[in-house]
């Protein structure tokens, strides 16, 4: 079982909709939880970090459910901008990305 | 968040040649930095965590001697990989964390394409 999972996609949506990502992890003593996101042939910037009580930025929810090891990133009002690949990371003493989910956002 | 540099940002060489990549934190000190590779329509794999002032470590599977790591001050780490053959050909991207920020961000450099003829 890899260490960190996520549904490579792609998700196709249109402009205005609401996508939800979810990324499992296996190890339990992780620490802590962050979303990324990742233009083509560009490095990955951050996004977000995640915390224990959820946390929103504008247009971003993130949760972490540590009881089911889980982390997901909500978009609402998906623009034709956040096109890109968006990958969870997981650190307990190092730093493990998921394979990331492709988002396409079309008009 | 921090910025971190890298470079050069491609480069092309013959095959059994080395090549050296840069990776700097330009504003803060990073006692870690960490050295991942991407091939295409892949994630990133961490190969090794570079101590400053000692040993890096290296993930399973990614051969030190190949892949040589240097992190001689708190804000310079450098890959060296040596004898490259295409299979090296890849994304390499450096990374580190800033020790004011609590929740171990970590930041990435703009990477370095390789291609190996």
């Known amino acids: 079982r890899k260490e960190v999972e996520q549904d490579p996609g792609p998700f196709n949506v249109p402009e205005g909709a609401t996508v939800a990502f979810n990324c499992t992890y296996s190890?339990?003593?992780?620490?802590?939880f962050f979303w990324y996101r990742q233009d083509c042939r560009k490095e990955p910037k951050l996004l977000m970090s995640?915390?224990?009580s959820g946390n929103e930025d504008g247009r971003f929810t993130a949760q972490l459910n540590r009881a089911s090891q889980y982390i997901s990133l909500l978009i609402r009002d998906s623009k034709l901008s956040d096109s890109a690949t968006y990958l969870c990371a997981v650190n307990t003493d190092k730093l493990i990305f998921g394979t990331g989910t492709r988002l396409q956002v079309f008009p | 968040g921090a910025v971190v540099s890298q470079h050069p940002s491609w480069v092309i060489c013959k095959s059994g040649t080395s090549v050296k990549i840069e990776c700097r934190s330009l504003?803060?000190?990073?006692?870690?930095m960490f050295w991942y590779r991407q091939f295409p329509k892949q994630s990133l794999m961490l190969m090794a965590t570079s101590n400053e002032g000692s040993k890096a470590t290296y993930e399973q599977g990614v051969e030190k001697d190949k892949f040589l790591i240097n992190h001689a001050s708190l804000t310079l780490s450098t890959l060296t990989v040596t004898s490259a053959h295409p299979e090296d050909s890849s994304f390499y991207i450096c990374?580190?964390?800033?020790?004011?920020?609590?929740?171990?961000?970590?930041?990435f450099g703009p990477g370095t394409r390789l291609t190996v003829l």
């Open positions: 990374s580190a964390r800033d020790p004011s920020e609590s929740y171990n961000e970590q930041f």
């Open positions: 504003d803060f000190q990073a006692t870690t």
């Open positions: 190890n339990s003593a992780s620490q802590s």
């Open positions: 995640v915390y224990s």
